[in-house]
């Protein structure tokens, strides 16, 4: 069994990085556009290529994709494709060490946003256009975007769906789950064409930077091809478009669905209004905090660091400790479920505040039954139990990672910030890790303990844990 669930993993994977390739021919014809050097653009495509033929076609099976088979599908998919993303970085003219390599490659496609290089400008525009490229690629999902294109994943389609969109309350648009991705792929690239509409004609910003933005904002990733971020732009309107579709990127893109149905109920959904009113309250708590001249730093780091994206207009690494702990909350806490944000998401947040009440009221009334109940519908005593577990086991992770860079030298600030903001998928942290630095700096072992936790927080725990388990392989 173990060797058929293996065979299976690498032939999807196979056919996964076929066609995984053909992303380097965004960058390869930037490359060739710009005047830069192409080669190391094709040498990744032909390698990627190629170790996906190998595989695909090695390791060729019929069996059909099991529940068990999307822990593994997933979860190594979510391995390689980052470590193939290293080509660029790793390759010359870059030439980066593979650990850095490796560590910007997996903030880039779990939409983290945490970064080792230096001053941008002096790249490459076809490196910078594909470190965005791969944060639009991993913001919807890698594989939710092979379920949509390949007919071979359409029958397990829902095994690997649910792996890289696991969460509280799994709803599907359509009865397949091919037809589903299709529509938030869809609804995914529609909004980010309008972005670069809007960034481009209204705020101004040359196409390269408005493209490169947009990819980084409804995958709520953050990368920009300027060293300041946000800030290097000084330009209010560009800033109010982003904090626009970084509310979009962080909200379930089933409500954007419902809405583009003109079913405008669904605005009264619990986890939405949650959503809308911690962002209202965070917004107005940290501009107050700024005062009357940076009040708009204030509204751009809330709606940023609540929604994962990670863009910066500020060094509020350096704000008063109020502030601070502020971004902390919003940076734990994270965006809605079925959203491209991070965090242990709102719904899971909701849902813990309505079972603290129900055991208050219990503990009054022990013999009352009180249901649970998520938008007037009593929830499943499972999901309870999952979140209640998956809060738990994050909270695990968090303080071993936090406690295992401590030991590497880090100060506590800059160690709980940091591994924070990367089981989040959010970006920069607090203290040396602030949006003002980079993580370049960082030892060997603590890069290697970040980008575990990145993988850990793109597939939300499990799926990754679940590996590492002899019940699941003798399963």
Not at 277 to 293: D, H, W
Request: charged letters at 15%; a positive charge; proline letters at 5%.
């Amino acid at each position: 069994m173990v060797l058929q669930r293996i065979r299976l993993t690498l032939h999807i994977l196979g056919s996964i990085l076929k066609f995984f390739a053909l992303a380097y021919i965004v960058p390869l014809v930037a490359a060739l556009h710009y005047g830069e050097d192409w080669r190391v653009f094709l040498y990744s495509l032909l390698i990627t290529l190629g170790i996906g033929l190998i595989l695909e076609r090695s390791f060729k099976t019929d069996r059909p994709i099991e529940r068990a088979d999307g822990f593994t599908i997933v979860a190594f998919t979510w391995l390689v494709i980052p470590l193939l993303g290293t080509l660029p970085y790793f390759l010359p003219p870059m030439g980066l060490s593979f650990l850095d390599a490796f560590f910007e490659a997996m903030s880039g496609f779990t939409g983290t946003g945490a970064t080792i290089l230096g001053v941008l400008e002096e790249l490459p525009r076809s490196v910078l256009l594909w470190r965005s490229l791969t944060q639009w690629l991993g913001g919807m999902g890698v594989i939710g975007l092979f379920v949509a294109i390949l007919p071979t994943l359409g029958v397990g389609g829902s095994q690997l769906f649910g792996r890289e969109f696991p969460g509280p309350l799994t709803e599907r648009l359509r009865p397949r789950f091919r037809t589903t991705a299709r529509i938030l792929w869809s609804i995914y690239a529609g909004l980010t064409a309008v972005q670069i509409a809007l960034l481009c004609l209204l705020a101004r910003l040359p196409l390269f930077d408005s493209i490169c933005v947009s990819f980084s904002t409804l995958s709520t990733g953050g990368f920009t091809p300027t060293t300041a971020n946000m800030a290097a732009y000084a330009n209010p309107v560009a800033e109010y478009i982003v904090m626009a579709f970084m509310i979009l990127g962080g909200t379930n893109f089933v409500v954007h669905y419902q809405v583009l149905k003109r079913n405008f109920a669904i605005l009264r959904d619990e986890e939405f209004r949650l959503y809308v009113i911690l962002l209202l309250g965070a917004m107005l708590l940290l501009a107050a905090s700024q005062g009357v001249g940076s009040y708009r730093d204030g509204l751009f780091q809330a709606i940023s660091i609540m929604t994962c994206t990670g863009f910066s207009t500020a060094d509020f690494a350096s704000w008063n400790s109020g502030p601070r702990m502020v971004l902390l909350l919003l940076m734990i806490i994270g965006a809605s479920g079925g959203s491209t944000g991070g965090g242990i998401k709102v719904m899971r947040a909701l849902t813990l505040m309505k079972h603290t009440g129900v055991m208050m009221k219990r503990a009054v009334s022990p013999k009352a039954v009180i249901p649970l109940k998520y938008n007037r519908k009593p929830l499943p005593g499972g999901i309870v139990r999952d979140i209640i577990s998956f809060v738990f086991l994050y909270s695990l992770v968090a303080m071993v990672a936090a406690i295992a860079l401590s030991f590497l030298g880090l100060d506590l600030e800059t160690a709980l910030s940091a591994v924070l903001t990367s089981l989040a998928n959010c970006g920069p942290g607090l203290g040396a890790v602030g949006p003002a630095l980079n993580y370049a700096w960082l030892p060997d072992a603590a890069k290697s303990i970040l980008i575990a936790c990145m993988w850990l927080g793109r597939l939300e725990l499990f799926t990754v844990l679940m590996l590492l388990t002899p019940r699941f392989w003798r399963s």
